[in-house]
């Protein structure tokens, strides 16, 4: 069945009417003041203009309307492109979806009350909702079947007893009442009757109480009343129940089933819950919790043969991370432009971004199932940033947080962003590459060109003219530089290894003053080629490293190779030092320096740069011009 769903006007002929009646008449007033008075106070009226009349009017002039359209026809352009509706169609007359499946929505906005607050609402607590479930498909009162017998007796003479009760209690001063007399009647006869409903046993802020003492031998019970409970369990509580409710109502449990009427014969095949940020006020792993049981709870004891669909919204990195990878749906926010003058949002399908599930080829079917290992396990938060970076190793991981908080701090600067670093190891970040590219968001890798013989492909210290090729998997099969030596990615430009949003930045060679000590030689400037980002360090940061007092490690080695009395020796001392741990010199450098006090590797510099650069574009929802075309270019 295809359907398509349209906000529209109701009456566009209407709606032009109606906006300039007000607009004109808006016009008119301010065009009797006087030219002065106008200029000088600036007085606009409303409706400015026809997005001005809508802010207000919107749902007066506009209703969903649905279309029919050809189920057979699919058009596939990297994704989904809508169908074109035929010329001169018509909207039906009804609501297409009557008997085809059923909606419940758990909104946002769930109304949790402070029990002390001046206007606090008890719509939302647990008890208000048993109230409600007992009123549906419960009461023995309604529509009584022989079960119920026995509690309407209990109900009946329990109405009568209290009745006898409150005859004797109020005798005498009825019987006072009795007596005044009234003109035009007889002395009135009073006769008080009381109703018992049991559901009004419900309707009390202290109808629940939580049993917080679980040992059976226990002297004394400790519970609380519902509203003495924080907001965290009162969401998680009225979320459980809700979606009891609407699977019992959509199951037509109990007396709801009785009142069943010749329209609503049968059962809507489909079941579609729709979920709301459910992680307002829940712990993490409540979080978890929750959504691993959500939908078990909408599926108990419901028939095979009805389906339940359950769509959850959130920002939540703990609950993505306890769905499976397939089952995600991202939602990409694509900017204004030359076929869209206002900002939308595509979605995206994850299972789908390494090819269909049933036709993958061996290779694409690991892809994926690393990938969804990866990212399941470590870095969920990546749905939610701005904007990510891919790094190597733990070092990198560990010290870019302080580069971006110390170097890149400014109103709309990267510690502005949520980015979300990643380590995925050198051999492993181009799998990452149909992830990214599906997300489109900024993406930095910051690699190494792991220089290594063309004969024996052996990792050596990296130097001009030697014939040494790369053994960096992101810059060959990322950025398709299979064929490129050394030399090649040294002198290589920028726009090499940028693709779109992504962008890749690796050692190259720096110019450095060495050596530096004090009492040494005059130094000079030389060129220095680092191996990893640790090397980098040292070399960008040779005069502060020097400082520090007693090293140990990684770190010793390392100070004790930029006091070599000349750069070949300090490089080579420095690249035999990597073998050691290298996540340690981190650690060490954030115990013996101030993070501030660092300086960025160039590299990594130029990188961080142009992701700020990017994330700074990006966020401009109606863009002039193409951030990375020429200037004069336009979109």
């Known amino acids: 069945m295809g359907v398509r769903l349209i906000y529209q006007p109701k009456d566009i002929v209407k709606l032009r009417d109606s906006f300039l009646t007000d607009f004109r008449a808006a016009r008119e007033v301010v065009l009797k003041q006087k030219a002065d008075d106008i200029k000088e106070r600036k007085l606009e009226l409303w409706p400015r203009d026809l997005r001005d009349y809508l802010d207000r009017k919107l749902s007066a002039h506009f209703e969903i309307k649905a279309y029919l359209l050809d189920p057979k026809l699919v058009v596939l352009d990297n994704g989904q492109t809508p169908q074109a509706l035929p010329e001169g169609s018509e909207p039906l007359e009804s609501y297409p979806f009557s008997g085809l499946f059923k909606v419940d929505v758990i909104e946002a906005q769930r109304g949790f009350y402070d029990p002390n607050a001046l206007h606090s609402s008890?719509?939302?607590?647990?008890?208000?909702?048993?109230?409600?479930?007992?009123?549906?498909h419960l009461n023995p009162s309604d529509l009584p079947e022989e079960g119920d017998l026995e509690a309407l007796w209990a109900i009946e003479e329990a109405k009568a007893q209290f009745d006898r009760r409150l005859e004797e209690s109020f005798d005498d001063a009825l019987g006072e009442v009795r007596s005044l007399g009234y003109p035009g009647f007889s002395d009135p006869d009073i006769k008080l009757s009381s109703r018992v409903e049991p559901v009004d046993g419900l309707d009390h802020d202290s109808a629940v109480i939580f049993n917080i003492q679980r040992a059976n031998n226990s002297p004394v019970e400790l519970a609380l009343p519902e509203k003495y409970n924080g907001l965290g369990y009162k969401n998680l509580i009225h979320m459980i129940f809700k979606l009891i409710s609407f699977r019992d109502a959509w199951r037509r449990v109990g007396k709801l089933g009785k009142r069943r009427s010749e329209e609503d014969v049968t059962v809507e095949p489909i079941h579609l819950v729709l979920i709301e940020e459910p992680e307002a006020h829940l712990h993490s792993q409540v979080q978890q919790v929750?959504?691993?049981?959500?939908?078990?709870?909408?599926?108990?004891?419901?028939?095979?043969?009805?389906?339940?669909?359950?769509?959850v919204s959130t920002h939540s990195s703990n609950i993505a991370h306890e769905v499976k990878f397939e089952k995600l749906r991202y939602f990409k926010r694509i900017p204004a432009g030359p076929t869209c003058l206002i900002p939308t949002s595509k979605i995206v399908d994850l299972s789908k971004i390494f090819g269909i599930p049933s036709k993958r080829n061996s290779l694409e079917e690991q892809t994926a199932k690393f990938v969804a290992r990866y990212i399941k396990t470590t870095h969920c938060d990546l749905f939610f940033a701005n904007g990510a970076i891919l790094v190597e190793g733990s070092a990198e991981r560990m010290l870019l947080p302080h580069f971006i908080q110390h170097k890149f701090d400014t109103p709309k600067g990267l510690n502005s962003s949520y980015i979300s670093i990643l380590e995925v190891g050198g051999a492993h970040a181009h799998r990452l590459k149909a992830l990214i590219e599906a997300l489109d968001i900024p993406t930095l890798i910051i690699t190494d060109t792991d220089a290594k013989d063309s004969k024996s492909a052996k990792k050596v210290f990296p130097e001009r003219g030697k014939g040494y090729l790369s053994g960096s998997d992101t810059l060959k099969l990322w950025f398709d530089l299979k064929n490129k030596t050394l030399d090649d990615l040294l002198d290589l430009a920028p726009s090499a290894t940028t693709k779109g949003n992504v962008k890749a930045v690796y050692q190259k060679g720096i110019l450095v003053e060495f050596p530096v000590q004090a009492g040494a030689a005059r130094s000079s400037t030389q060129e220095a080629i680092p191996y990893t980002f640790e090397d980098a360090i040292a070399l960008s940061n040779i005069t502060l490293l020097q400082s520090i007092d007693n090293p140990t490690g990684m770190l010793g080695k390392m100070k004790e190779a930029l006091l070599k009395d000349n750069l070949p020796e300090c490089c080579s001392a420095l690249y035999s030092a990597l073998s050691g741990e290298k996540a340690k010199m981190a650690l060490d450098l954030l115990f013996d320096i101030e993070p501030e006090k660092l300086k960025v590797p160039e590299y990594i510099n130029d990188g961080l740069m142009w992701l700020e650069k990017r994330l700074s574009a990006l966020s401009d929802e109606y863009p002039v011009q193409d951030i990375d075309a020429p200037a004069g270019v336009k979109n």
């Open 290 to 311: 929750f959504i691993r049981k959500a939908y078990e709870v909408l599926r108990k004891n419901v028939d095979r043969s009805l389906t339940t669909q359950l769509l």
């Open 122 to 136: 008890k719509s939302t607590g647990l008890s208000s909702q048993l109230n409600e479930y007992y009123k549906r």
